[in-house]
């Protein structure tokens, strides 16, 4: 199925040599294969295995429920803010901790592009408008730190709107972490060869192809300024009371398991099961840019 005739052949380099890898072409080149997995240095030699996945991820789901139970029952709020490069896993990620729990109080929101209206707005004031009442889990699939990537690397914004975002965001952030709402963010980082092997696959899995959009397109050859402007963001916006959750998500499976994790590690819920939730594997998860040296 060809949606996107005009994808250009994408250039990597790979021990010091550039190669040309199309997008279009239905046979994947066979080093992005064997290098997808250990990309971007990802730790582990082998994915996760579906059998532990699945037994884990009840366990895990069970307890999110339980947690939705202590929000309603103490008007506790919650945001998750989930963010990566394009195919790094976000929304499996986003769909998995949502999977069980009552939608009348666990939304996912994923905003189109501003209106006309909402561009004239305060830029976080559409995000504002989303966030949870008292019980709400709200789970951002990007937000506004669309202005932080893809806005300035597309550039869909001015560089004083991007200066000014990084200067005031810790300072917004603020606000919500002192209206005791739990506030977690999280990169989901991967490799380029991941990141390609993934576009492939949308590129030629007829069940896949709603997910590669003209923007994924666009960004195939602008891996250095996401890296650059992922560097900065994560610098300037991670905060000791804010701080940034990295997770290595070339495994999917580990991905999930670990930022659910995190949550439940964080939040002190009425009848958490410490044993279900087992511990955050520390070479997929870390804290902030460093763990991205």
């Given at each position: 199925?060809?949606?996107?005739?005009?994808?250009?052949?994408?250039?990597?380099?790979?021990?010091?040599?550039?190669?040309?890898?199309?997008?279009?072409?239905?046979?994947?080149?066979?080093?992005?294969?064997?290098?997808?997995?250990?990309?971007?240095?990802?730790?582990?030699?082998?994915?996760?295995?579906?059998?532990?996945?699945?037994?884990?991820?009840?366990?895990?789901?069970?307890?999110l429920?339980?947690?939705?139970?202590?929000?309603?029952?103490?008007g506790?709020?919650?945001?998750?803010?989930?963010?990566?490069?394009?195919?790094?896993?976000?929304?499996?990620?986003?769909?998995?901790?949502?999977?069980?729990?009552?939608?009348?109080?666990?939304?996912?929101?994923?905003?189109?592009?501003?209106?006309?209206?909402?561009?004239?707005?305060?830029?976080?004031?559409?995000?504002?408008?989303?966030?949870?009442?008292?019980?709400?889990?709200?789970?951002f699939?990007?937000?506004?730190?669309?202005?932080?990537?893809?806005?300035?690397?597309?550039?869909?914004c001015?560089?004083?709107?991007?200066?000014?975002?990084?200067?005031?965001?810790?300072?917004?952030?603020?606000?919500?972490?002192?209206?005791?709402?739990?506030?977690?963010?999280?990169?989901?980082?991967?490799?380029?060869?991941?990141?390609?092997?993934?576009?492939?696959?949308?590129?030629?899995?007829?069940?896949?192809?709603?997910?590669?959009?003209?923007?994924?397109?666009?960004a195939?050859?602008?891996?250095?300024d996401?890296?650059e402007?992922?560097?900065?963001?994560?610098?300037?916006?991670?905060?000791?009371?804010?701080?940034?959750?990295?997770?290595?998500?070339?495994?999917?499976?580990?991905?999930?398991?670990?930022?659910?994790?995190?949550?439940?590690?964080?939040?002190?819920?009425?009848?958490k099961?410490?044993?279900?939730?087992?511990?955050?594997?520390?070479?997929?998860?870390?804290?902030?840019?460093?763990?991205?040296?």
């Open positions: 199925m060809v949606i996107f005739p005009d994808i250009k052949p994408v250039e990597i380099e790979i021990g010091g040599k550039k190669r040309p890898v199309d997008i279009d072409d239905p046979k994947l080149p066979d080093w992005v294969d064997d290098n997808a997995l250990s990309s971007g240095g990802f730790p582990y030699q082998k994915k996760i295995g579906k059998d532990e996945y699945d037994d884990t991820l009840e366990r895990l789901q069970i307890e429920v339980k947690v939705q139970y202590w929000l309603q029952a103490t506790r709020r919650v945001i998750a803010v989930y963010e990566g490069r394009d195919a790094a896993g976000k929304g499996g990620t986003i769909f998995v901790t949502r999977a069980y729990l009552n939608p009348r109080s666990a939304r996912v929101v994923a905003l189109a592009k501003p209106t006309e209206s909402e561009q004239g707005q305060w830029y976080y004031q559409r995000y504002v408008a989303q966030f949870p009442t008292a019980g709400e889990f709200v789970l699939d990007r937000s506004w730190y669309n202005r932080a990537g893809v806005e300035p690397v597309m550039g869909f001015t560089p004083e709107q991007y200066e000014t975002f990084l200067e005031e965001t810790p300072h917004f952030e603020r606000m919500v972490l002192n209206d005791r709402i739990f506030f977690f963010k999280f990169w989901l980082d991967i490799g380029r060869e991941m990141q390609i092997k993934r576009f492939h696959d949308r590129r030629h899995d007829p069940l896949k192809t709603w997910k590669l959009s003209p923007m994924d397109v666009a195939l050859n602008k891996w250095d996401y890296t402007k992922r560097d900065r963001m994560l610098n300037k916006t991670h905060t000791e009371r804010a701080p940034w959750t990295v997770i290595r998500a070339n495994d999917k499976r580990r991905a999930r398991l670990n930022a659910i994790r995190h949550i439940l590690h964080r939040i002190d819920y009425e009848g099961d410490r044993g279900a939730i087992g511990e955050i594997d520390d070479k997929i998860l870390g804290s902030g840019p460093k763990f991205l040296k």
